[in-house]
């Protein structure tokens, strides 16, 4: 165990305390250890090998006794544990220190469930990973009603629930509620639970206030050992319902990452074989499982995406001083579309400040603000507000026809057709009602603010403020310095982004900036292997190695093709030797369709048409090889130009908007491990041992 302890120099400590408790109702004595890594509820509990060893003996300390009822587990304020302590994870250079590290939790929580008298664990807050495990070794479980997030998120990050979670929790609520926390939420962009969604489930016996949590979890617990509380638990079904929970589990995973994670296929696995295992083969089952995915580049850009987006995402790189930001009391949208009415809803709900928007005509503007005001009263409906809190914000967004309505506005964002001459038409009449502090943020997805800005008085206070739809769902915002932008307007742009919860990256005035210009250019390949021949269907299939939300065709047709052609032909204006421009795409715009798919996702056989006559068609492997090859050389065209900073935030934009597989670490780690960063630009985007094991 040292040896692991000297891996992990770096951890913070979760030390376990215990205490003696006196129950009511004369059900005797407690002895409640406290998981405590003395900092508050921002640094979470996490378990490392020191942490593990601290529990251990706390255990050694409890069960050497003879005078007391019970043993309970819990956490400091707000937070229970959130499992394994990471940071020492990409340090490990040798199989059989990965493999000690699984042995070494199963050892210590299995004596919760071995000791001479019951065990309690009270999940008081977070619980996660390797917290929720330690509680499913206890004999009971009670939960807090304020819980804000349970789960056994591993395999979003490249692991397995590996100290019991595969094998005890199938066996406490069934396989099909397991792999709902198992395989389920981690797909669902990592989905946490509530507390009383953990009680719903099964996994915890009873669920109280946060208020008097404890006292209520101690006084339950009195009852349970007095006899006066029987924990009555459904019989799992270990026959059909089991295999078929696995069966459809399985073929959600492979419909999804068509094999490109195999975190998920061998939590699967696990769950499958603990249907008939014994807890000490399961357990042992988990440490090889572990051991071969702490070994794997998967696991090392899963942990290099999590940091990504835990930190880097939250210290913005190049980002201007934030004392420099001025304060933001009131919104203007112009427009009064759908975009313009998801902008409008996220300003008042998130700032709660006045947000008016402005278009043509009363029509409009009344189906824009009704818009908004219909998705406040689902939340009241759905009890995510209260009545008062909606009424507030239905008061915060109103709507005029005029631009005068921006005079006292701090911040307009224009959120219309996406063409120069307009943008820049709508800027100029709102600059002749606005302050000259007032930043004018522009959410297009391809066009210059520097071209866009040049007109006004006060260009410096243009900012590019880039969306991703669903704007309520998809974390991520690039934001675009023009050529003439100050530090000013950046500034207040950056702070704006933070009071929406957004994650802000700072994108160089370039076509379709980071997110757009990738997606597009892996989209130029795949159509332009369809325009030489090769069928829809083969060259959809090609990007499934990657392991993307959904194919490039299925994407187009969310986007909208006549949107994608629009982006493709502002970066075929840039760079046409990169970004072809497709006849038979513009062929299908201008015929009016949709995607290339009918409602029942059969392809349209007019689409088909349009896309007939290629006489070069590839195989799926060449189109990915093409594909890939084409990202590393436009990638590293974006770095050259200085787009961003650094890779990473090539890997963060990918990620955070458009959804990008964690177990990917974005793009450049795969373009890295595959080969085709040297081949296609002649050197790797991050050193050996970033993303990936060292060399």
């Known amino acids: 165990m040292s040896d692991i302890a000297k891996i992990f120099e770096d951890e913070v400590v979760t030390h376990a305390r215990v205490r003696d408790v006196a129950l009511p109702y004369g059900a005797g ?40 009822a019970a043993v309970g587990v819990t956490g400091k304020p707000f937070i229970f544990a959130v499992g394994a302590d990471l940071k020492g994870v990409p340090l490990i250079r040798r199989r059989e220190d990965a493999a000690a590290i699984g042995k070494l ?29 330690i509680g499913l070794h206890c004999t009971y479980r009670t939960v807090s009603e304020g819980v804000p997030a349970f789960a056994l998120p591993e395999a979003f ?73 029987t924990v009555r638990r459904p019989e799992v079904d270990k026959g059909k319902a089991w295999d078929d929970a696995v069966a459809m589990a399985r073929w959600t995973v492979e419909g999804k990452l068509h094999g490109a994670a195999p ?55 190049g980002a201007p001083d934030k004392a420099l930001a001025r304060p933001v009391t009131k919104v203007g949208v112009v427009g009064a579309g759908l975009m313009a009415s998801q902008l409008a809803l996220l300003f008042a709900r998130r700032l709660e400040v006045p947000v008016v928007l402005t278009d043509l005509d009363q029509e409009r503007l009344d189906k824009g603000v009704g818009y908004a005001h219909g998705e406040i009263d689902k939340l009241l409906g759905k009890g995510r507000v209260s009545p008062d809190k909606a009424n507030r914000l239905k008061s915060l967004i109103t709507g005029s026809l005029t631009k005068d309505a921006f005079a006292d ?24 009602y606005v302050s000259a502090e007032c930043v004018l943020a522009t959410n297009t997805s391809s066009l210059s603010v520097s071209e866009m800005a040049s007109q006004l008085r006060h260009p410096e206070r243009v ?36 009071a929406l919860k957004k994650s802000c990256v700072l994108v160089k005035d370039a076509p379709a900036f980071v997110v757009n210009r990738v997606l597009l250019r892996l989209l130029a390949e795949i159509v332009q292997a369809v325009d030489e021949g090769t069928p829809i269907e083969t060259a959809e299939r090609a990007a499934a190695p990657l392991g993307l939300p959904m194919p490039p065709f299925v994407l187009m047709g969310l986007v909208g093709p006549a949107i994608a052609l629009h982006v493709n032909e502002t970066l075929h204006a840039a760079f046409p030797d990169r ?15 949709t995607g290339v798919y009918l409602p029942d996702f059969t392809l349209d056989p007019e689409v088909v048409e349009i896309f007939a006559g290629g006489t070069r068609p590839s195989t799926e492997e060449q189109v990915l090889e093409r594909a890939l090859a084409a990202l590393a050389d436009e990638i590293r065209i974006m770095l ?18 458009a959804g990008w597989p964690f177990h990917l670490g974005g793009i450049t780690p795969y373009l890295d491990r595959s080969g085709v960063s040297e081949k296609a630009t002649g050197r790797r985007f991050l050193e050996p041992g970033v993303a990936s094991l060292a060399g």
């Open 463 to 498: 900012v590019g403020f880039h969306f991703f739809n669903p704007v309520a769902v998809l974390p991520l915002l690039e934001i675009v310095r023009g050529e003439r932008t100050d530090d000013a307007a950046l500034a207040t742009a950056f702070a704006t982004g933070k």
């Open 640 to 657: 050259d130009e200085g787009v961003v900073a650094a890779a990473q935030d090539i890997d963060l934009c990918m990620i955070l908007g």
């Open 105 to 133: 939790g199963h050892d210590v929580f299995r004596r919760l469930g071995e000791l001479d008298v019951p065990s309690f664990a009270y999940y008081n807050g977070a619980a996660m990973g390797g917290g929720v495990e």
């Open 263 to 317: 975190s998920y296929t061998r939590a699967l696995d696990l769950v499958a074989a603990a249907k008939d295992r014994t807890r000490d083969e399961g357990f042992a089952a988990e440490d090889e499982a572990l051991a071969d995915l702490i070994m794997s580049d998967e696991l090392r850009a899963g942990l290099y995406a999590f940091d990504l987006t835990q930190k880097r995402a939250k210290r913005p790189a």
């Open 157 to 229: 990050l490249g692991l397995v629930p590996g100290w019991g979670g595969t094998y005890l929790l199938p066996n406490l609520i069934g396989a099909e509620k397991a792999l709902k926390v198992v395989i389920e939420n981690p797909l669902a962009q990592n989905r946490m639970l509530k507390g009383r969604q953990a009680y719903e489930l099964g996994i915890a016996d009873a669920i109280f206030e946060s208020a008097d949590f404890l006292e209520e979890s101690l006084a339950w617990t009195a009852r349970v050992l007095n006899g006066e509380i």
């Open 579 to 593: 970004f072809p421009l497709s006849e038979n795409l513009a062929k299908m715009v201008a015929a009016g369709k």
């Open 29 to 68: 004595t407690l002895a409640l250890i406290t998981l405590d890594n003395g900092f508050d509820h921002t640094k979470p509990n996490t378990f490392g090998p020191n942490g593990l060893a601290e529990l251990n003996a706390a255990i050694d300390q409890v069960a050497a006794r003879d005078d007391i």
């Open 409 to 432: 506005a701090d911040f307009v964002i224009e959120a219309v057709f996406e063409e120069m001459s307009v943008k820049q038409k709508v800027f100029a009449e709102v600059e002749e």
